[in-house]
């Protein structure tokens, strides 16, 4: 609406004025009605792209109850399948290593104990100990004490006098066992490192 318009039917500035005012607040109550208007549609396309997707999703899951996907159900399987063998293959790794740890103080070779050890009463703990360990090392003792004899060392020793320090070739300290290394290391750690870095 123009002010011209209203000057020329005679109204008076003030009045103008005021119809002016009165104009564009209905022109903002309907800008802003509009802009409702067409974020209302922007949700109704949106809901209705939803709604297809939903159907779409129901009649797909429809046809793979009906059997038309056989295959995902194949897959399905395999993998339930695979993730039970991968979970009894770990249950059994933890229990062989804990066993091994548990006996590599009194074996001559943890992995000999390990084949020999009856391991069908033992069960992993979550503390990683073995349950029912002990009586089945024992019985292995008992009937194979050739698993758990004594070691006798090997390698040279140190002529009397001679120190350790000069005393140990590397050609030896590789014929080590793990025991006679551990012992250089925590008693003549100047000698470990030294051959271990030769």
Same mark, same amino acid.
């Given at each position: 609406?123009?002010?011209? @318009?209203?000057?020329?039917?005679?109204?008076?500035?003030?009045?103008?004025?005021?119809?002016?005012?009165?104009?564009?607040?209905?022109?903002?109550?309907?800008?802003?009605?509009?802009?409702?208007?067409? /974020?209302?549609?922007?949700?109704?396309?949106?809901?209705?792209?939803?709604?297809?997707?939903?159907?779409?999703?129901?009649?797909?899951?429809?046809?793979?109850?009906?059997?038309?996907?056989?295959?995902?159900?194949?897959?399905?399987?395999? *993998?339930?399948?695979?993730?039970?063998?991968?979970?009894?293959?770990?249950?059994?790794?933890?229990?062989?290593?804990?066993?091994?740890?548990?006996?590599?103080?009194?074996?001559?070779?943890?992995?000999?104990?390990?084949?020999?050890?009856?391991? /069908?009463?033992?069960?992993?703990?979550?503390?990683?100990?073995?349950?029912?360990?002990?009586?089945?090392?024992?019985?292995?003792?008992?009937?194979?004490? *050739?698993?758990?004899?004594?070691?006798?060392?090997?390698?040279?020793?140190?002529?009397?006098?001679?120190?350790?320090?000069?005393?140990?070739?590397?050609?030896? @300290?590789?014929?080590?066992?793990? /025991?006679?290394?551990?012992?250089?290391? *925590?008693?003549?750690?100047?000698?470990?490192?030294?051959?271990?870095?030769?």
């Amino acid at each position: 609406m123009k002010r011209e @318009f209203l000057r020329g039917l005679g109204l008076e500035e003030e009045t103008v004025q005021k119809i002016v005012d009165e104009h564009h607040d209905t022109l903002r109550d309907l800008k802003s009605e509009a802009k409702k208007v067409e /974020s209302l549609k922007e949700q109704l396309e949106k809901a209705n792209k939803e709604l297809e997707n939903r159907d779409k999703q129901i009649t797909d899951l429809q046809k793979a109850k009906d059997g038309d996907n056989q295959e995902l159900k194949d897959k399905l399987n395999q *993998y339930k399948q695979e993730n039970a063998q991968y979970q009894a293959d770990m249950k059994e790794l933890k229990l062989n290593n804990a066993i091994k740890l548990a006996v590599a103080k009194e074996a001559n070779d943890a992995n000999d104990v390990l084949l020999m050890l009856d391991k /069908s009463n033992l069960e992993l703990q979550e503390d990683g100990t073995v349950k029912g360990l002990d009586d089945a090392v024992k019985g292995l003792q008992e009937s194979k004490p *050739y698993l758990f004899a004594e070691q006798k060392p090997t390698g040279r020793t140190p002529n009397e006098g001679e120190s350790l320090k000069g005393g140990i070739t590397k050609e030896q @300290f590789d014929d080590m066992t793990v /025991s006679e290394r551990e012992n250089l290391f *925590y008693n003549h750690r100047e000698t470990y490192d030294k051959l271990i870095n030769e």
